[in-house]
């Protein structure tokens, strides 16, 4: 058996159907892995592979130069003569034969993209914060496709840091040493758009008292950042499709044609497929973008990066604010338990407002908003019964301000629960202060206990109902059966 370390695949791509089927018999002699096709359908499908393969391209319609280009983190046999030089071009196999192809085969499987050095790879590090399963992946993608011209297509929901990932790419690229140009495309109105990236001439408009650089020229020998590409306009996707295809522009208002030595990235937290399919994305131009595609992990995928994210950002927030900041581990483990629907520009948020609210402090989960605040049952077992909030306790137990609502109104008519002649006046509930006082600690527990026991038995043991009813949060009202000991179904 051939040893395979090319992702356990070859892909033929060859409108030569004799030739195609050859290569398919001796590859599955050789107990080879393949996949094969039209050029067209597999060039679609290669585009979604973010791991290196060996490709045989032989009769195709796109140019082997271009596919060299396009894919650089793949390894190419050309099929037919050829005279193209690349890294990633491993020979041609013109002659088809069985030791030639088992000689090409073998040069591909020892062939790696290009690699970062170790100066790079520790800068890396330093760039993207994490080492989570999820971000070692992204990690991994940035090492292969970093010193590449391909263009890059992030994807991943708002606040997951996709212009951090770009930064990355750019300061580790061969075009670190030229200016990096971002551009929110959702964020210009539409018909701004076009003279922000490309420029204008002096008189192109109304208000175009003199020429402008647009991003495209700015961003000359560097990278350019097209975040949101998946607001643009459909007009400007035609524009933007023939400067990737072309690698040419005008200014608005210009003639004269300026070469576009610039490198893409693009970013979307949008489904550009569906977006496709609902005709608002351009197929073409999303093909183009699309050449090396980098997802990034949302925040709830990663919390154990958490505590390295909040080094990070008070690192980044400490010279504005002028003080120190820290987070006890209980704060830290509450803060995990939270889904992070903002990811990690929420993270950030809150990092900022608690220097602000407890500077030079360590802050403790009960500093935290309330949304953020978790505590685990071990924590609770832990915790003595005089550092609850008795505040908390009254007012679940006492309505305030408000008319409840009808349901809670009926819940807590607790005369109607009882039969007509064992039914107190209102203020019999309450037992009387005697000469030696009472106990209120205990008695507030006991009442709490019994509204407690009467809600879950009203709601059918469902906690989230429950704790409807008692007007408090869910994780209250577990907190609170936790320390009285009641034991009901979720």
Known sequence: MYPMGFN???????????????LEAILSFMQVEWRSGNPAKELAWLRSQPQPLTVLAGDIEDSLSELLNTFPHHAFISLEKTTCQADNLQGTLSELTYARLTTLLAQAQQWQP????????????????????????????????????????????SGTG????????????????????????????????????????????????????????????????????????LPMQVKLLRVLQERTFERVGGTRSISARVRVIAATHRDLEQMIREQRFREDLYYRLNVFPIEMPALRQRREDLPLLLDELIDRHRLTHGAELSFSPSAIASLQAWHWPGNVRELSNLVERMFILFPNQE???????????????????????DELDERDALSAIFQSGEEPASAEADFFDFQSLEPAGDRQEPDAAVRSLSPEGINLKEMLANIEMDLIGQALDASEGVVARAAEHLGMRRTTLVEKMKKYGINRGV
Do not use: W
């Not at 990690?139 to 590449?148: E, F, G, W, Y």
């Not at 003199?210 to 607001?231: N, P, Q, W």
């Not at 802050?363 to 019964?385: G, M």
């Open 363 to 385: 802050v403790q989960p009960e500093h935290l908003p309330e949304k953020y605040r978790f505590i685990s049952d071990q924590q609770l077992a832990e915790r003595p019964f």
């Open 8 to 22: 356990g695949c070859v892909l033929i791509m060859d409108d030569n159907q004799e030739r195609r089927s050859r």
């Open 114 to 157: 290009a690699r970062l050095s170790d100066e790079q790879d520790a800068s890396l590090q330093q760039l993207l914060t994490g080492t989570s399963a999820p971000m070692q992946a992204v990690k991994s993608l940035v090492r292969q496709v970093a010193a590449k011209p391909a263009n890059v297509l992030l994807l991943g929901e």
């Open 162 to 233: 996709k212009e951090v990932i770009a930064r990355a790419i750019h300061a580790l690229s061969q075009q670190a040493e030229g200016p990096f140009v971002p551009i929110n495309c959702g964020a210009i109105p539409a018909e701004l758009l076009e003279s922000e990236l490309f420029g204008h001439e002096k008189g192109a408009f109304t208000g175009a008292v003199s020429a402008r650089k647009g991003r495209f020229e700015l961003a000359e020998g560097g990278t350019l950042f097209l975040d949101e590409i998946g607001d643009m306009p």
